[in-house]
Structure formats: structure tokens, C-alpha cells
């Protein structure tokens, strides 16, 4: 009995060191494919220098749409299909321009950019008095006598002392997406907005603001100013709180049309009712082309089912890359997919997204039970030789969260955050700012973790089985 | 007894907690200070921008040696002073010039730069048949008959597989090291080197060659030639082996001149004879600034000395940023200092060089023995919240190795590496393609080592004081 079981013991260390080196091999597959035989540098350079940037319901998403369907279509797929799904369409117009006034006819230009969602100025502009605050609260105190008629600027910068710097996005978001809203009713004509930048530089940042339930008759115009010219005007009221600053935009927001999510699948061989998503956001802002944001998500979730395949790996589970229109400012496509989802009865286990950037992937933020996040722990040690050491718990991507369920384990690639917000929602966020390696080691440690979950499924849905 | 066990072990507990949490409010200090109120990216930028490429021996070689001794004099150190050292003085000449002739009077230019420490060509340029190889040991294999009076081209690319980019480098540079030399043998009138990128570009990559004991009339000229080039230059020859390659060189070694190394130092306040050193190299490559090899590990040693005294930290130890000269070509400042402290009896318990780029850093390499390895894991915790991860053995610097001795711990500073060699000794190794934060970051990373290691000593010299 002894002996019988020492040898089962035995055996189970034998299989488990067999498994454990089939994993390292299939990983090591996944990686060196991805940087010897990657797709995702080339459809990224197509998608961000032959189309650009993509606003939902502008020529260009659609081009998108196009564009990923068609290569998606060519990479031998069971399946890629459109999911239709109506979006907002806002257009900036033409180019906004602004400046400080310190007395009649002494002005300096400054680089702004309306917000998205932000309705425009009188076709004259508007000129005002200016208010800075660092936030939102101040609004009380200041109250209606001091802010009626004038423009309020939002002056918080993002904290630099947040080694993630997207904290220190969420840190100062609130003043862009409801600064206007919040101004608006104590009387203020406009609000002006720090970009979300860590660094000091001449790029206004664009994003999407809400006006809540203000009364269309009632809403402020938004823009966001650069940083530098968020300083210098700060500097110039500090010398002359009396200064006026003009700004002249004329964004509008126009029917909803319709557009698409891109989907493609790999049926699987054992447990096709089981749906592992991967995926990215195919829309971005107008400003830039949308490379870190979310052009490199886009690429890597479709080079994640090529890659998945490498050294002749067939997946159990269905693996569905899913890329989602319009993040930016609805969130439409999100939702879309998750609704359909749920009326079909579809049984999602994994969903991935990568939705923070090409840089040199650190990790994945995971939202899900204990077990199954001690679970992708346990795989910890497959992913050291990669330099993969971040598995962070909450957070995952905002496309994802609304197919949240208990039995699901949701999760987000977590690249090296320092850079990103150079580019966001900026003009500067082009394709020469992405790393081909980079961007091909995101899309790897995606690959692996998408194996992993296929392989072995998740806590839960083994459960269910079991 | 019991008892006085217990509270004794108690006691050791809460000492231990209150450290811990002392020594995570420090570094949580230094990394403030740097992401706040840090010097490295304007000293950096003066270095860049300001000065420019510090090739050994030249003018601005000399301009970096006045200017970073300037700011060391002016952020109150005890002591600041150079240290006298001969550098070989190789000066490039009037830019190269090389093209494909694929038929006579047919041609195409392609990007070449001279190996540091190559002789010239023949006034005239030098024209040939080309024989492409995969690395030195094909030579033998080819024999004299193959290539007497032919250019022998180098093109074993860097392994794109490899995650560290530095392994890829090592695995490829002994054809630019030693290519020349090792083709003199065989009667090869020249060698041509493909450039030590991972990218496909135009940039050739310069970086140092020997000729070994090859007597001066015997030697050929070596040139690197771009990624971008030498694949065109791979195909052309696949279609034709006939073709013909000129190029065209006219730099030159003259004799040794005068330099400095760059010193300053804290005075330790209880074991000053205990010397931390931190530092990177003045001198760089000529084709661009040196941002990333290595202005920017100059700029981060000399924070560390402002970094560290951040809360008011007194050092224990005395605490050196050594500024190197000529690691490029001669490693003359590191050999010169390791002398000199060696006649002067000096005692180094650790020394930590950065020299791997400004980029997000990830950890460090350490060189030292177990125990002292053990004990700079012991302090992984409080690097964490950093994502400071890698501790890895092996490697450091090499201005600090010639200090190699069993009672010193060698550190480097591992920065992440994917795009280090797309700068490195090239044209494009400029001050824009730096981070501000992911420089700073690497900073304080090197300063909360430094601050553990001299609060807490080495493992061996406390023995020694025990």
C-alpha cells in the first residue's frame, strides 16, 4: 500500500514535471514566433499610417472595420463576422484656436483641442474672465458670484509621484469628463482643462467629457490646453488675475450611424461553449492615429489567435477575438457584445484586453475569485523568462467589464506605463512611438496566457465540469 | 527564561518592523525627490544638447569633464576632483562613403560608419569582390584562396528571439570586435560589419574593434554598415556573387592625450573608510549625443548623491559617483581608477554602474558572492512597489570590474532592453528618444540600493567589523 502509493506520488510529480516543460516549450514557441514571425508590427502600421485616426462613425473607423475584417478573414479562422452595433458621432471641425488676452489686442496663441462630446463656442468664440481651480470641490466655495459668466480652468496636474501612472490618470480625470458639467451650474461660460500628461509639452489631449442630464440649452464648450500653455497661463494669472482668454471651437454631435465590432473565432475541439476572448478597441481619437491607443491592442488580440497555434497547439475552448468599436466615447461596442452574449446564453470563462499601450508588457491586472487568480499565479514561473513578474488584482479593460460575471476571470495586459500618457488621445501618439519588439512581446504574453487558460480552463468551469 | 525568550524575540520583531517601515519611508523619499525635484534629465539635456557625442580625447570629451564637475562642485559633495588618465585619441575623419556596384558604372549607396579604431582605406577607397559569411569561424572553412583581396561581410544578425537584448549583443559582437583582425589572416583587403541592431534601418552603429597583435602594415579596414543595408547588400549578392563593394575611409588613431576621470564624494559619518561608489562613463561615440550610452547613466550617478540625502539621510559610508572616461575605447578611466585605489589602499564594499541605457529600470545584475546575494534579496520587498523585479546574478559594469575583488559586492543597473540597440553608437542615440520619468525612475532605483547598502553595510564587511 506504501509502495503504491509512493508510486502514484511518483507519477503525479513525473506528470506534473512533463506538463510543466510542455508549457515552457509551448510558450517559448509562442514568444519566438511572435518576434521572428509576428503580423501585429505591419497591421499596426497600416492601420495607423494608411488610415489614421479613427473616431467612431468617421470614414476612417470604417476603413478599420475593412481593413481587420479582411486580414482576419486571410489568416484561417473558422469564423470572423461583423457585429453590428449603433455609435455616437461627434466631429471636431475645423481646427480649434485660442488665446490669452493680458490686455486688448496683447494676446498669446495657445494649443487647445475641444473635448470630445463638447459642444462648440459662438460661431464668434468666446472670450471670458478666467478662474484656475484644482478641482471640482473648489467650485462650491467660489460659488456662483465669482464663477457666473467666466471660464473655469481645471489646473490639476497628474500626480508624478505614481509609479502607475494610469493612477495618476484616475487621479485628475473627473476634471475632464465632468468639469463642464459640474461648472455649467454655477454660471460658467466655458472650461478650459489641463491635459492628462505627465510630461511638459505643446500637445493638447483629447477625451471624452459628459454633460450628465444638463439640459442641452444649458451646456459649456470644453477644451483641453497643453501642458506648457496650462503653466504659462497659470504664470500669467498669478502676474494679472484680471487676464481675458478666448477660445473658438465648433465640434458638434450628429445622429447616431452605424458600425461594427470585428469578430473572429477558432472553434474548439473539446469545450466549444466555452469562450475565451481576447481583444482591443478598433476606434481611437481623431488627433493622432491611434497607435498606442488602441491600435496596438487591435493588432496584438489578432495576432494572439495566429500565435496561439504555434508548434501545432489546437485549443479545447473557443478563442473569439473581439474588436470593439467605439471605447473612446460610448462604449457602445462593449456593451453590444455583452448583450448579445447573454441573449445567445453564451458561457465566456477568459476575457483579455490589452487597452494601455504597445510598451514592454510588465504583467496582467486580474479581476476575478481567488481561486482563479491563485490559479494564473501558479503559472508565475512559466512567464519569469519573459520578464513577466505583475499580477496585480482589479482592473481589466473597459470594453470587457460589461460581460462581468462571477464564473468569469476578466484581465488586462499591463505594459510599462512611463510613456503612455506622452501620447494618449494626443497628436502624438503616431506609430513611430511604438516598438516593434515591444508591441510583439505584448502580444506573446497574451498568446501565453490565452494557452494557459485554454488549456487548463478555469477554476470554476473545471468545477462545473468536474 | 521562557518569557525573556519570548520578549527578546518580540523585541527583535517590532525592531524589525520599524526598520522595514523606515526603510520604505526612505525610499519612497528618494523616488519623490527624483520624480519631483530631480537633476538628471537637465544635466542630461546639457550633455546632449549642449555638448554633444564625447568621443575619448576630444574637445567635447573635455567640455563634459568641466561641465559635470561644475555641477558636482555645486551640490555641496565634500569633495570633487578629477582624476588624470591618457586616452587613445581616434578621430573618424571626413564622413565615409560606400555603394554596391552591382555592374561597372551601376551603383547604390548604402550607410556605412568606420569601427572605432580602424585604420583608413587607400586614399582612393577601397573596391573589391564581397564574400558574405555568418561569423569568423566560416574563414577557415573559405581558406585564402576564397578571400585574398576580397571584403569580407559580416552579417549574423542579432537573435531576435532572445529576451535580453544584451545576450543578442554579445552573441553577435566578436565580427565587429574581431572581424578585421581575424580576416587579415586569411589576405581580406577590408571588412564590412552589419550593425549590432535589432532593427531593419538606416543607421550604421559604430562601437569598438581590435586588431589583436596584427603588426600595423597588415592591417585592414572595418566598417559597420546599417541593418537596411546589409540585407540589401545579402539579397544583391544572392542574385549575383559577382558584385563588386567600394568604400571609403580616412579616420585615424593618434597619440594618447591627456583626460580626467570625474570624482566627488560624501565622507561617511562612522566608517569613511567604507567607499560606495556609483557611476557611467563621460566618453561615448561620435555619430550621436550618447543620451542613452551613457549621458544618461552619468546624470543618474550624480543624483544619487543628491537622492540619497533625501529626508535628511546622513551616509554612513563614504559615497563616490565616479564619472569614467574612455570605456568606449580603452577602458583606460576604469583601469587608471581601480590603480589608484589599489596604491592608496582603499577599501570599496560595493560598487553599482549604470550603463545600459535611460530606460524604465527593471532591476539589477550583481556580481558578489552568495551571501551578499542573499542579502540584497532579502530587500526584494521594498523594491516592489517600484516594480523593481529582477535581481539576477552576473555582470555589472565595466568601468567597476577592474575594482573585482571577493570582498566587494559589483552591481548593475538593469534597465528594460528592447530598445537599447536600436540607439546604441549610432546617430540615433539623441537626447529625444529619452523618458524623463523612466531616467528618473532608474535614478532613485540606484539610490535606495545605495541608501541600503550603506545603512546596512555589506554582509562581509560587517564580519570583518564584527
Known amino acids: 500500500m506504501k509502495l503504491r502509493l509512493l508510486l502514484s506520488l511518483l507519477a503525479l510529480i513525473v506528470l506534473e514535471v512533463y506538463a510543466q516543460s510542455d508549457d515552457e516549450k509551448q510558450l517559448r514557441a509562442i514568444y519566438d514566433m511572435a518576434l521572428t514571425n509576428g503580423k501585429a508590427y505591419d497591421w499596426l502600421n497600416h492601420l495607423s499610417n494608411q488610415i489614421g485616426g479613427r473616431l467612431s462613425g468617421s470614414v476612417q473607423a470604417q476603413q478599420a472595420v475593412d481593413y481587420t475584417k479582411r486580414q482576419l478573414d486571410s489568416i484561417g479562422l ?90 495618476a490618470y484616475s487621479g485628475c480625470v473627473d476634471q475632464r469628463y465632468s468639469g463642464a458639467a459640474e461648472a455649467g451650474k454655477y454660471g460658467a461660460a466655458g472650461v478650459i482643462v489641463r491635459s492628462m ?30 501642458t506648457k500653455a496650462a503653466e504659462l497661463l497659470s504664470t500669467t494669472l498669478k502676474l494679472n488675475p484680471d487676464i481675458k482668454f478666448y477660445f473658438k471651437q465648433n465640434c458638434k454631435q450628429l445622429p447616431d450611424v452605424e458600425s461594427y465590432n470585428v469578430i473572429g473565432e477558432i472553434r474548439g475541439s473539446q469545450f466549444p461553449n466555452e469562450i475565451i476572448l481576447v481583444g482591443g478597441h478598433l476606434d481611437s481619437w481623431d488627433l493622432g492615429d491611434g497607435t498606442h491607443d488602441d491600435g496596438a491592442g ?12 504555434a508548434n501545432g497547439y489546437r485549443p479545447k475552448r473557443t478563442l473569439r477575438v473581439v474588436l470593439f468599436m467605439n471605447e473612446e ?28 499601450g ?32 505583475m499580477f496585480v488584482r482589479n482592473g481589466s479593460g473597459a470594453d470587457i467589464n460589461p460581460l462581468k460575471d462571477e464564473n468569469l476571470v476578466l484581465a488586462g495586459l499591463r505594459p510599462d506605463s512611463q510613456r503612455y500618457f506622452d501620447h494618449h488621445h494626443s497628436e502624438n501618439d503616431t506609430f513611430e512611438h511604438v516598438n516593434k519588439r515591444e508591441l510583439e512581446l505584448g502580444a506573446a504574453t497574451m498568446a501565453s496566457l490565452v494557452y494557459l487558460m485554454d488549456k487548463y480552463g478555469t477554476v470554476r468551469s473545471d468545477k462545473v465540469k468536474g
Not at 96 to 119: D, M, Q, W
Not at 122 to 139: F, S, T, Y
Not at 198 to 214: E, I, K, Q
Request: charged letters at 25%; aromatic letters at 8%; one cysteine or more.
Open 358 to 389: 504597445g510598451f514592454t508588457p510588465r504583467g496582467f491586472s486580474l479581476d476575478c475569485s481567488d481561486e482563479n487568480y491563485a490559479q494564473v499565479l501558479g503559472w508565475k514561473s512559466l512567464f519569469e523568462p519573459y520578464l513577466i513578474h
Open 78 to 167: 473558422d469564423r470572423v463576422w461583423l457585429q453590428p452595433v449603433r455609435v455616437p458621432k461627434w466631429v471636431r471641425g475645423t481646427p480649434e484656436f485660442a488665446y490669452i488676452e493680458t490686455k486688448p489686442g496683447i494676446t498669446t496663441n495657445v494649443p487647445i483641442c475641444a473635448l470630445g462630446g463638447s459642444v462648440a463656442t459662438p460661431d464668434v468664440g468666446l472670450k471670458a474672465n478666467i478662474v484656475e481651480v484644482q478641482g471640482i470641490e473648489e467650485l462650491a466655495t467660489l460659488g456662483k458670484e465669482k464663477l457666473q459668466g467666466k471660464i473655469v480652468f481645471y489646473n490639476r496636474p497628474m500626480d508624478p509621484t505614481l509609479i502607475n501612472t494610469f493612477q
Open 298 to 309: 487591435v493588432v496584438q488580440s489578432m495576432d494572439v489567435l495566429r500565435l496561439i497555434r
Open 329 to 356: 466615447n460610448g462604449l457602445r461596442g462593449g456593451k453590444k457584445y455583452a448583450e448579445v452574449a447573454k441573449s445567445k446564453g453564451e458561457t465566456h470563462v477568459f476575457a483579455l484586453e490589452s487597452d494601455a
Open 197 to 226: 500628461n505627465l510630461r511638459l509639452d505643446d500637445y493638447p489631449h483629447a477625451g471624452a467629457m459628459s454633460y450628465g442630464d444638463t439640459p442641452e440649452d444649458q451646456r459649456i464648450p470644453a477644451a483641453a490646453i497643453s
